[in-house]
């Protein structure tokens, strides 16, 4: 505990950004103390899942430079296998999830395999193929899989919506540390994280150093497979309790795209800030819209209200399209913040030392470790 305690007083306290997340996600335990609002705490469990979804994305892509345009194969597959398990053989969720992700993990590696020679779009393309395959399948076999209407009634993690809520957050942090810890470029224990940096820049230079790119491709995609799936698992059986194949839509795996790219790829929180922006938005958006409607029918019989209900009506449009708005956001943010919004807020608060390479507050003169100059 002491060394804990030093550790934190040396590593996070100083830098503006760590101490910034360890007030995050102790805010995020606190809300079902805060609040008692389902809705509230419906909305963060989802928020908790795709973030893990996100990650997983960021690390396989982002990091390796396999840009998969399928990662909702790994989400649907998982769910689909732990919904399977249950309805034919009766297992419960405490069974079904650690053999559905090692589904998921094995469908990373079976899908790295036919798209080890290919490389840039072609690689995506051939991602982007394998999720409308599973749902194809998914839709011929409608007598085991209960086609466009799913599988219903799955049990669920915990009984009660709190008990969902902290199942979900503290996975989602463990494995939100798991990953970052993978793919630190600077850990003196780990070195998959400098191992798939030279892959994503450049893999024959990596390949002619020695590295085996091929073990450490399909190692990115059987990671990438492994927390995707533990998603798909949860949404599953921690939020609706049921699986359909709306989600092995491309547009679940671009989703997971725009979340990394507006938070900042290549970066782990970069994900995490653009889940937990984005997602509460567009729900809040929704929510938001409804309550407009209700507001300008009740003003409609009132002719002297006529230009606020229009105004309003305008508003209610928007709101009922979060997918434009959120686009919008998007392309503003790669405009002025290409590099994402987490990682343009970082480099206001902190600066790194130009010899040692540590973090340091923005305010500082001199670094904390060496006492280089920062300016």
């Not at 999830?97 to 490389?119: D, N, Q």
């Not at 939100?176 to 780990?190: E, F, H, Q």
């Not at 434009?324 to 002025?336: K, T």
Request: charged letters at 10%; one cysteine or more; hydrophobic letters at 55%.
């Amino acid at each position: 505990m002491r060394r804990l305690l030093k550790n934190f007083q040396l590593s996070v306290l100083p830098v503006p950004g760590r101490l910034i997340a360890v007030i995050f996600f102790v805010l995020l335990f606190l809300i079902p103390v805060m609040t008692d609002n389902q809705f509230l705490i419906r909305m963060f469990t989802f928020t908790s899942i795709y973030t893990i979804f996100a990650v997983s994305w960021d690390l396989l892509s982002g990091y390796t430079g396999q840009v998969n345009f399928g990662h909702a194969l790994f989400f649907g597959v998982a769910a689909y296998s732990s919904a399977l398990m249950y309805k034919y053989l009766g297992w419960q969720p405490w069974a079904t999830i650690p053999l559905s992700i090692l589904v998921a993990v094995a469908a990373g590696v079976l899908t790295c395999l036919p798209a080890m020679r290919l490389r840039g779009p072609y690689l995506s393309l051939l991602t982007m193929a394998f999720p409308l395959m599973l749902a194809g399948i998914v839709l011929a076999l409608r007598k085991y899989t209960g086609g466009e209407q799913g599988i219903s009634n799955l049990p669920m993690i915990s009984a009660t919506p709190t008990g969902n809520y902290y199942t979900c957050l503290l996975l989602m942090t463990v494995s939100v540390l798991i990953m970052w810890k993978l793919t630190d470029a600077g850990s003196r224990y780990v070195r998959t994280g400098l191992i798939f940096h030279a892959i994503r820049e450049d893999e024959i230079a990596a390949r002619a150093t020695g590295i085996n790119t091929i073990r450490y491709k399909l190692l990115a995609f059987a990671i990438g497979g492994f927390f995707s799936g533990l998603a798909g698992t949860l949404q599953a059986h921690a939020v609706i309790g049921s699986i359909y194949p709306q989600s092995l839509v491309l547009t679940t795996s671009f989703l997971a795209i725009i979340w990394v790219v507006f938070g900042g790829i290549v970066s782990i929180y970069g994900a995490v800030v653009g889940v937990f922006t984005l997602y509460p938005l567009v729900e809040l958006a929704s929510t938001f819209q409804h309550s407009i409607r209700g507001l300008f029918e009740a003003m409609l019989d009132n002719p002297a209200l006529v230009p606020l209900v229009k105004i309003l009506q305008a508003i209610h449009a928007v709101a009922g399209r979060p997918m434009i708005v959120l686009s919008v956001i998007v392309v503003l943010i790669l405009l002025f913040m290409p590099e994402g919004l987490a990682v343009w807020i970082r480099d206001k608060m902190e600066r790194e030392c130009p010899r040692c390479k540590l973090s340091n507050g923005a305010w500082r003169r001199e670094c904390r470790a060496c006492s280089a100059p920062l300016r």
